[in-house]
């Protein structure tokens, strides 16, 4: 497959099959990603969740080209992610990717003003004087800080850093936003503004937003909220909300699936597995249009 731009389905902009990443740890291997199956529909707001070393990280240095994959197929906007030269990764960078740090200082450089941040990307792609000042001006006026376009990092809050840290993800007009902990260094207040931005953005430029985070009120504005365990999916959230015709009030519900990969491959939760007893194997059967699990009785004896 070629590593340029080619054409997608309009539902799948970002498309990974049996995702595999291991690194080399001095004398050891440790396998972060375990064949994980992903794919995220053009212009979806998706939040990413798991453990410490569940390998949501990893995914995401990879789908912002910042990493390549060991193995399996990534592939984003068109873009092979395993056969990047070192001139498409730059571009794929500039052009497709928009990225926010969870460390405000990743984000923005200390010495400029806020405007003058979100006009650095547009630099780099060619935009610059008067437009580009009217496309940073624009994008912070989005985010809510038309009144603080002069101000230096140093004079912003937490969350107005991030807010800015956003309208320059924005400046490029990405097709895919990618937030790394984005809400990490926030109070709760505070990180759900943040996160309300991102599905602000999603809705206003209809770009596609892909959110790691450890925070559960990513479900809350997210279409989907997918779980990674040992380096591969392992559950989803679907959120759903319709008007209640009765009162005109939107009800929003939210229902939870387990991810079945392309090999069958079920990942049960601990808590389930616990409860039923069940270690390294069970029993299966069909049963009126159910799969039925089992605990193996006496399984010890049987060995």
């Known amino acids: 497959m070629s590593a340029a731009p080619s054409t997608e389905p309009a539902d799948d902009i970002i498309v990974c099959d049996n995702v595999v990443k291991i690194y080399k740890v001095s004398t050891l291997e440790v396998l972060a990603l375990q064949g994980l199956d992903l794919r995220i529909g053009a212009g979806e707001m998706v939040?990413?969740?798991?453990?410490?070393?569940?390998?949501?990280?990893?995914?995401l240095n990879i789908l912002a080209g910042n990493d390549a994959p060991t193995a399996g197929t990534a592939q984003v906007a068109g873009y092979n992610l395993l056969a990047l030269s070192t001139r498409q990764a730059a571009r794929y960078r500039r052009h497709v990717i928009g990225f926010v740090w969870q460390q405000t200082g990743r984000n923005l450089l200390p010495y400029l003003s806020a405007l003058q941040n979100v006009e650095q990307p547009l630099n780099y792609v060619g935009m610059s004087g008067k437009a580009a000042r009217g496309r940073?001006?624009?994008?912070?006026?989005m985010v809510g800080?038309?009144?603080?376009?002069?101000h230096k990092p140093s004079a912003l809050s937490g969350g107005e850093q991030q807010r800015v840290a956003i309208a320059v993800a924005l400046a490029n007009n990405p097709r895919?936003?990618?937030?790394?902990?984005p809400?990490?260094?926030?109070?709760?207040?505070?990180?759900?503004?943040?996160?309300?931005?991102?599905?602000?953005?999603?809705?206003?430029?209809?770009?596609?937003?892909?959110v790691v985070t450890h925070d559960p009120a990513v479900a809350e504005v997210?279409?989907?909220?997918?779980?990674?365990?040992?380096?591969?999916?392992?559950?989803?959230?679907?959120?759903?909300e319709r008007l209640d015709g009765a009162n005109g009030f939107s009800q929003v519900t939210h229902r939870e699936y387990a991810v079945i990969d392309r090999a069958g491959r079920l990942q049960i939760p601990p808590e389930?597995?616990?409860?039923?007893?069940?270690?390294?194997?069970?029993?299966?059967?069909?049963?009126?249009?159910?799969?039925?699990?089992?605990?193996?009785?006496?399984?010890?004896?049987?060995?």
């Not at 939040?47 to 995914?59: A, C, F, P, Q, R």
């Not at 940073?136 to 006026?141: C, F, K, Q, Y």
């Not at 800080?145 to 002069?150: E, G, M, S, T, W």
């Not at 069909?286 to 039925?292: A, F, K, M, P």
């Open 136 to 141: 940073a001006a624009d994008l912070l006026e």
């Open 272 to 303: 389930y597995l616990h409860a039923l007893g069940i270690e390294d194997r069970a029993l299966l059967r069909l049963e009126d249009g159910r799969i039925i699990l089992e605990p193996v009785q006496g399984a010890a004896d049987e060995r």
């Open 176 to 181: 895919v936003l990618l937030a790394d902990e």
């Open 183 to 210: 809400t990490g260094e926030l109070d709760s207040a505070t990180a759900q503004e943040i996160l309300g931005m991102f599905k602000r953005a999603r809705e206003q430029f209809g770009v596609t937003v892909v």
């Open 222 to 240: 997210a279409d989907r909220t997918i779980s990674i365990r040992d380096g591969r999916t392992s559950a989803e959230r679907v959120r759903s």
């Open 145 to 150: 800080l038309a009144h603080r376009l002069r």
């Open 47 to 59: 939040g990413i969740v798991g453990k410490s070393g569940s390998g949501k990280s990893t995914l």
